[in-house]
Structures are given as C-alpha cells and as structure tokens.
C-alpha cells in the first residue's frame, strides 16, 4: 500500500471515529445441496432459523444475546417478527443494552429476509432520554436474509451507512461509550459474530439445544 491509500486510510478512520464517515460490511456463508428438492428443504429451514430471533442467542461459543420484543416493547416468544418489533442486543460481557427496531420484512419464493436499524428503548421510564440506544446513528441498517439460487443456500448479513452513534442528541450520554464499543469490543467481533450466524443459517453450525 503506498504512501498516499495509507494516509487517506488514516483519514477514513479518524473520520469513522468522530461520526463523519460510515462503513459498509457484508458477511456470507453458503451450502450447496446435491438436488433442487434438499436444497428446497434446508431453505425453508433458514427462514424458520432466521425469523426465530430469539433461538440466536443460543449459538455455541461467545455470542451475543438477542431478545425479540413486540411493537408494545413487551419481551415475546414469536417465531416471526413483525414490522414494528424490536431487538435488544447484548454484546458478551456487557450490560449495555442495543436495541434495533424492526422496518422491513420481506419473502419470495427463494428469498427471505428483514431489515432492522437502531432504534430508542421501546417505552422508556419518563425519567430516561429518549435517544438511540445503539452504538451505531438510526441511519444504519442490518439486513439479515437467506436465499436460495439453484441448489445453493446463502445467508448474509448486510451493514450499511454504519455511522458511530457519537454525535448530537440522539447519542444522549453514550457517546464516548458508544466509540469504544463501535470501534473496541464491536469492530473486533463483529465478523465472528456474523460470520457464526449466518453459518447457523445455512445450517453448518447449529444452537446448544439442537
């Protein structure tokens, strides 16, 4: 790498880090089955595997806990979100709650897939601020979708506009808090942590209770 990509390198993550820039990622994994109708199949096993939020925090390993919430912001068993629900997110070895809000959802025939971007604490006590609780802007998103092509299976993980949540009011109080997790605990773990579910989803690696 010359002289000149490393500065603007350098250039790209301050500005990452003051909230100027977003990245974008992708995380895939794929299964090739020896015939249309297993591949069928283990399609239709991913979409149960993807819209079953809850079951992810059960990945083997180190893993963050997901727990769906319903559109009242009440915790609930669903097996399928709805636009409107919310995630909570727990990274490992933290107590700092990330939620993400529910925006899209959507299925085909050889598509599944839903859209979540970072969002307030549904029903926050009068006494809290009402401001993002995620590390990263409400212009990020997360794309989470399997697809069938063929007889292969693919899962993916889709980041985009993915901007530290460290500016203004919407960060409330956690914006330095939000930097040191975007750019610290997060951005180290983040590729295992989709990398793992989306293997889940393609059904290379399965949760502690199957």
């Not at 980041?159 to 530290?164: D, K, M």
């Not at 960060?171 to 939000?178: I, Q, T, W, Y």
Request: with cysteine; aromatic share 10%.
């Amino acid at each position: 790498m010359g002289i000149k990509k490393i500065v603007d390198k350098v250039k790209e993550e301050i500005n990452v880090l003051k909230g100027d820039e977003s990245k974008d990622k992708r995380y895939q994994n794929e299964q090739d089955y020896p015939d249309v109708a297993s591949a069928r199949a283990a399609f239709e096993e991913s979409k149960r595997k993807l819209f079953n939020v809850n079951l992810w925090s059960k990945l083997e390993g180190i893993n963050s806990t997901f727990e769906l919430y319903d559109d009242r912001g009440c915790k609930t068993t669903a097996e399928i979100p709805e636009i409107g629900y919310y995630v909570k997110i727990t990274l490992p070895a933290s107590n700092v709650e990330n939620w993400v809000n529910v925006s899209s959802i959507r299925q085909e025939d050889n598509l599944a897939e839903f859209t979540v971007h970072p969002s307030e604490k549904p029903n926050p006590p009068a006494e809290e601020e009402a401001v993002t609780k995620h590390f990263f802007t409400k212009e990020a998103s997360s794309t989470f979708r399997v697809e069938l092509q063929g007889t292969k299976l693919i899962a993916s993980e889709i980041g985009e506009n993915e901007y530290i949540n460290n500016q203004g009011e919407e960060s409330g109080n956690r914006s330095v808090l939000n930097t040191l997790i975007a750019e610290g605990g997060w951005a180290g773990f983040q590729g295992l942590q989709w990398d793992k579910l989306t293997s889940y989803l393609v059904h290379q690696v399965e949760t502690k209770s199957e």
